[in-house]
């Protein structure tokens, strides 16, 4: 597996020790971000009280279905600015998985095949539930709360690790299954084109037809990853919201 | 795809992910969600209406059903009402005839009657006349000299036993 090349677009100071230089991911990033942008700002912005046309049906479509699916059941209607980071949420990632369906690798990638973007993307999610569990509860019973109640407190050195493992795993799995679900998807669509260019002629259809279904496919993966991984942040922000 | 750990791009993901999430809720997902209550607000209310004008339907059927009823009443009243107008009517008609007939029966009858006397004077002054005519032909057919004088001899011998 042949891992991108990052070109340095902009070189920029490092701050606190971090290379902040723009680099092509960054680049792409910010691609999936005017993307989202330009596809939901005219459909936000249109103030028609029934959807019309292909394009606002769909984009309206996916919205709601974000809304009912995932909004309604974790922040419901207690935190407008939650709705709107689900859907933020929601929409960069599927904006930043369909950028490796453009047909140009030398150029496009799926930003989320890269560890560092869905590492950063479910760090920001734990963050947001730490945040959110200890302003519910305070520091003190957010420290409490690794410890539920009715635990008998000698059992504290197995059950508080247990908890600590699971809270940490959160990120983790986050990450890990959007990472590596964009990156077998791509893998394995690069191994069907890499197998179609270099088959001979009579076999060349089989790998082809391989790499279209893949691409189908891949297309389903991007939606199936970005849903599941906002409806994910939902369910941990509603627990978060919950907690008591 | 990429392993490297690379903190800048981590930084760069929060802070591009942080800077569409402000624009995004302030330019586009706050008219958004003013639509989406309008547009629920407006289902609500064409709910509401849907069922309130359902209700008025049935209010105006039940009252369009009573108003039938009361109509038809009053049809089977005015009907049972004439019927009875009629029969009264065809009643004092009849009662009118009989007695316009028995009137001009009876005005009949007088009438016979009357024609019937003058009938039977009439006849009794022809059955006089016959009579006094036939007696003339009697007498005369009868009367011969010898006859007369013992005729008025007898008269003659009466009026002076009489006198």
Redesign the interface.
Known sequence: ?Q??I?RVWIPLPR?AG??????N??AL??VA?AL??VV??P???R????ARGFYQNLVEGL?ELV?REIVADSVGRRG??W???L???FF?ILFSNLLGLVPLPQVF???T?????A???A??VFGVTVFLSIRRRGLLGFARSFLPAGVPWWLGFLVVPIEIISWVARPISLAVRLFAN??AG??LLFVFIGLAMGSVALLKPLPLAGAIFMDVFELFVCFIQAFIFTMLAGIYIREAMEET | MNLTIDPGLVVWTLITFAGLLLVLSRVAFKPLQKILSERERLIEESLRKAAEAAEEVERIRRRNEEAMGAARAEAARILEESRHLAAEARQESLREARREAEAILAEARNEMDREIRRGLDELKQTVANLSVRVAQEVIREEMNPERHEALVKDFVERLKRAS
């Not at chain 1, 971090?18 to 680099?23: G, Q």
């Open positions: 597996m891992e991108a990052r701050v971090i290379d902040m230089s723009v680099t991911d960054v990033l910010w971000a989202t942008f939901l700002l459909v936000c912005r103030r028609t009280l029934v919205i809304e407008r600015f709705a709107s980071f859907l933020t949420l960069f990638e799926s930003v095949a890269d560890i560092n973007v590492a950063a993307l760090l920001m964009m990156m791509h893998a």
